[in-house]
């Protein structure tokens, strides 16, 4: 799920009493979530003045957006931060000024150490506090190095701005929103709990409000994101407590909002409203991103998932009896400290018994701090890499057979941006696969019904259906 997101383009705000303009350039790691935080923390620098800018030479402000999940990731972040000590100092003897950020989950684990080890950092932000973003930087302004990584009490969604109209819209036609955020599962493997704090649920209103802005800025499709999104519950108008069923099917009544996703779910989170949504709400999209981690008991024990693999398979065909087109994705872990060949083994059997359309595989990474960090019996790093290519191979070929059995079929496809050639657009079908297509830009927005023609190694296509 290491998605790598520049955010690319924004467009001024017309405000009547311009603030001097400053560039930010925002580099995001890891998951959907770092994503719509950059948007949000764009967002809420643009009241200062701030455009987005692609070109890190030219900014005023750069903030990365970094992710704490494996240890890979996390040190991706001190290997930027060096190339940027560098452009700070080369900028300072043109006797210009860089103010240099860093957000997101390594910044809430390690921001004493983000600031001793790399001095060119002025600013160091947790994922609670970024609607504290634009007093942070005055701080910095005035010559302090902040740090700012408290859990807020306040609710940052109540004080960052909603998502701006013109910059929703150069954002294209789907869009992602925070319901959910935290968890309180402690996985033995996982950093989440606490880098992201325990669970919080956004309110209704204040989930609806965000959408209705979103379909008014053009948006067709929207995804709602939560470490744990089917844990989300709220209470609902009418007095009664939701589950994100209920939820997805009064966000299913905005006129306009052609399509709805979620992710990333927990089976255990999996209830019955959320069954019946998938059996009743044509807007949701018959795709769901539901990892096991392993499919044997004992790890999934050891790991603190609390269910077993058959349990796993027997929710997954409930929901399949409600929507039979669905198509699972999932995540898994090579290696978890005793994991035997056995194991392994299981792992395999559950992926031939599910079959995946899409499937994300890591080497089990030790993170500190974690209870998985002090178990004994750690995998040796050339077990889990000959397990990861066994798996990924197998995740592969399944990913190949549902591409190609989709040729022949008619399906709907959103058209969301321009293709490689000229009178090409790119679309995205139900299954999230990416879909090229003759047709016209100014058709950017529809869903058109095509069939799909061929299957490469990304992508698929398709002819337009008259
Ligand atoms: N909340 C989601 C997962 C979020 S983290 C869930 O419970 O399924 C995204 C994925 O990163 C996880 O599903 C897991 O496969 C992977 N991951 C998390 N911690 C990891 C670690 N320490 N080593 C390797 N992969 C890890
Ligand atoms: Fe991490 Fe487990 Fe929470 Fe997912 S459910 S975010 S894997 S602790
Ligand atoms: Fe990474 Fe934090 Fe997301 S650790 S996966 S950016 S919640």
């Known amino acids: 799920m290491t998605q790598e997101t520049a955010i690319l383009s924004a467009k001024p705000d017309m405000g009547v009493e311009a603030p001097p303009v400053r560039k930010v350039f925002v580099k995001t790691y890891g998951c959907q979530m ?18 987005a800018t692609d070109m890190v030479e030219d900014a005023d402000l750069v903030l990365l957006n970094t992710c704490h999940i494996r240890e890979k990731a996390a040190e991706k972040v001190y290997s930027a931060l060096g190339r940027l000590r560098d452009l700070k100092s080369r900028k300072a003897s043109e006797g210009k000024t860089v103010t240099i950020g860093v957000a997101g989950c390594v910044a809430q684990a390690e921001g004493d150490e983000i600031l001793r080890r790399a001095p060119s950092v002025d600013l160091v932000i947790g994922p609670q506090t970024y609607h504290r973003l634009p007093q942070a930087l005055k ?8 740090l700012e990584t408290d859990y807020a009490v306040e609710d940052k969604f109540e004080h960052l701005p909603a998502p701006d109209k013109a910059r929703t819209r150069s954002r294209g036609v789907t869009a992602f929103l925070t319901v959910q955020e935290g968890c309180d599962k402690f996985c033995t493997f996982c950093v989440v709990p606490y880098t992201r704090g325990s669970e919080v649920s956004r309110p209704v209103a204040q989930i609806v409000a965000e959408a209705r802005k979103l379909v008014e800025a053009g948006v067709r499709e929207i995804t709602l994101l939560g470490q744990n ?3 989300w519950h709220g209470t609902g108008p009418d007095g009664d407590k939701w589950g994100l069923g209920e939820l997805l099917h009064h966000l299913a009544g905005i006129e306009g909002l052609a399509r709805l996703r979620y992710t990333t779910s927990h089976p255990r989170d999996m209830d019955d409203g959320l069954i019946a949504a998938h059996r009743d709400l044509g807007q949701l999209m018959p795709y769901l991103h539901l990892p096991i981690q392993s499919g044997s008991d004992r790890i999934l024990k050891a790991m603190n998932r609390r269910h077993t693999a058959a349990e796993y398979i027997a929710l997954i065909a409930r929901i399949k009896a409600a929507r039979p087109d669905l198509a699972l994705s999932g995540d898994f872990i090579v290696g978890f400290p005793g994991e035997t060949d056995e194991d392994f083994e299981d792992t395999l059997k559950l992926v031939e018994t599910v079959g995946y359309a899409q499937a994300f595989s890591f080497k089990y990474s030790t993170r500190p701090g974690t209870p998985g960090a002090d178990l004994e019996d750690q995998v040796p790093e050339e077990v889990k890499a000959n397990r990861l290519e066994r798996l990924q191979a197998l995740l592969l070929s399944q990913q190949n057979a549902f591409a190609r059995a989709c040729i022949g079929k008619t399906i709907d496809l959103l058209l969301e941006k321009p293709g490689r050639m000229p009178g090409q657009l790119i679309g995205r079908s139900p299954w999230l696969q990416s879909v090229n297509v003759d047709a016209m830009s100014s058709q950017i927005g529809d869903i058109i019904s095509v069939r799909i023609t061929g299957a490469g190694p990304n992508s698929l296509f398709a002819e337009v259906v008259s």
Do not use: F, H, P, Q
């Open 139 to 146: 701080r910095v302004e005035r010559g302090e190095r902040v």
């Open 34 to 51: 770092n994503v719509y935080d950059s948007e949000r923390m764009t967002d809420a620098l643009a009241k200062d003045g701030y455009v």
């Open 229 to 231: 999104v089917n844990a």
